[in-house]
């Protein structure tokens, strides 16, 4: 157990040491995390703007409901000349009881969308002028689903990736260096195991995916970029934990093959980017076309995305994690295998 | 000497790759406590042989006695007994020396203590928190030895432990290797120094192209070649006609700068120069491992 320890902190020693690779595992995603935060900030949370000329209790009642963001104008004509070149998608012009609106024709859907927002308030108006109570009411909550803000599905999304990359590359890396370099061979004249050792190496990467996880969320957090974790936020860890495993044994299928660390580099490169891409990193999935949908369902890395965004911004609970968990752990299983199959203690 | 005492046995051990036969029908045997060398040319097959003793490669043919077992397949019952250098060196990324040795010993079971003692044995103390890759050509040599020794092993086995290292680095590596055979060791060790070899072993096999062309003590190897004392003088001082007509006096050359005597008596060699009063410049040269070597392969010994 001692041993296990002593090598468990001498890869850990080796780890922080390498700047380069302390670099793709945390300041990497984190600026894909930063830079698509910042972009995507408004998107989604896009209110449609109108012009208003003159003000009243309907424009009061629409300036509390934040249904939609108004924009004043004291002059009727400077108002529609920015509907007319397509800044705005429609002007509420009020004179005393009487409200007029104003649309482009090329905004349908925007303006359709002020119209009956519009409409609805002065109707529910009408009605409180008449003072009988309401025969119908009707109440509205927002469901979080495929309307998330982006930075939502961005942290879970990076967040799987950033733990996918390190952990592939970690194993991948280590193996062929360690065989470059003879230490294999060292290790094969010592009373341990291969996977032993190994072992001491994926502790480590565990570790540093809890650290990235801490460190990712923590940043998307910020009033910044607004992250708002679901209460069972926690049920992220086991995954984060699992996806370590699973990704890690991908990485010692390619350390088994490639010869140099440049080849294992872009051979790991080859395997995690395409599957980053189609697996919802960037973007959701659910936007992407359904044969792309399907395909990405191969990727483990699809099913921890799904398990993350589930559990850190949905606010599912356990069951979320059954269907990812199973992925994950059947993949490490079976490329392990055939990583420990191929595997080569010299070149 | 018996088997049974032997730390090492080899019989008709044979490896090729391809067409080349890397090593051709080697056999010898090492006692316990001994302090073998294998000398050779580039190439001719010495980490070969002694990665098959190891354990890390596997003969075509032959047989190998690791302390009476077997070393292929992997032995790990053996594994704790023995102790590699191997001749390109293997060391963790990034770690300090001290680090190296403790992460090493880790795979025996070395308590860190222990481990990081070794770096006074081999001189590397002050080194002790220096990265393996910022130490020098020797001071890494070093630190791979101490690595091989971490777990106190009863064998050792070392593949060219001092190539690379200045003249005072490779004495006190001699005397980091006296000291561990002092400590009832056995070493097995592969050298291109021949002049080493003769100060170092116990016996030597001397190997060219797969093969053992001799094996003995280094003293018992050079009389059995029955080679000439070479006396060298200053020019000069005799004539080549004198020098050769000298009692016991086989052969005489001359060069630019001095006249080179060729004799196997040098006893009245020596005193009749002396008489003469003509020994300046004197140089006796008594034959070497390199005359064994040009003796047995008609080949100058080219490390
Ligand atoms: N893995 C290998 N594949 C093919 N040929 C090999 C291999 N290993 C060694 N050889 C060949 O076998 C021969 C013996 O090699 P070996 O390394 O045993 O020599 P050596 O005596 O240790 O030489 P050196 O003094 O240069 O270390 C060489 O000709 C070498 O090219
Ligand atoms: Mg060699």
Redesign the pocket.
Known sequence: MTAFKTLSLAMFKGFIRDKVTLFFTFLFPLMFLVIFGLILRDVGADKTRIAVVGDGPIVSALRESGALELESYSDENAAVQKVKDGDLPAALIIRGQQLDVRFAQSDQVKSATVLGIVNGFVDKANLAATGQPPRFTFASEKVEDASLKPIQYLTPGILSWGVAVSAVFGAALTLVSWRRKQVLRRIRLAPVSATSVLSSRLLVSAGVALVQGATFVGIAMLPLFGLKLSGSWWLAIPLLLLGTIAFFALGMLVGAFAKTEEAASAAANIVVLPMAFLSGTFFPVDQAPAWLQTVSKIFPLRHMNDGMLDVLVRGKGIEALLMPSAILVGFALVVGFIASRVFKWEE | MTEERSAVVVRDVR?S??E?K??DGVSFTVAEGEFFG?L????????????IIEGLRKPDSGEVRLLGESPWPRNVKLLPRIGVQL?ASSFFEKLTAKEQLQTFGALYGVSKGTAADMLELVGLADKANEQENKLSGGQRQRLSIACALVHDPDIVFL??PTAALDPQARRNLWDVLRAIQERGKTIVY?T?YIDEAEILCDRVAI?DE?RILALDTPAVLVRGLDAPTHVTLQKGVLSIVDASALDGVEEAHENEVSLTLSTRRPAPVLSALAERGALDGLQVRTATLEDVFLNLTGREYRA
């Open positions: 490896k790759y391809g080349l890397a090593v294998i050779g040319p580039n190439g001719a097959g010495k980490t070969t042989t002694l990665e001749q593949d060219e592969t291109h190997m797969g």
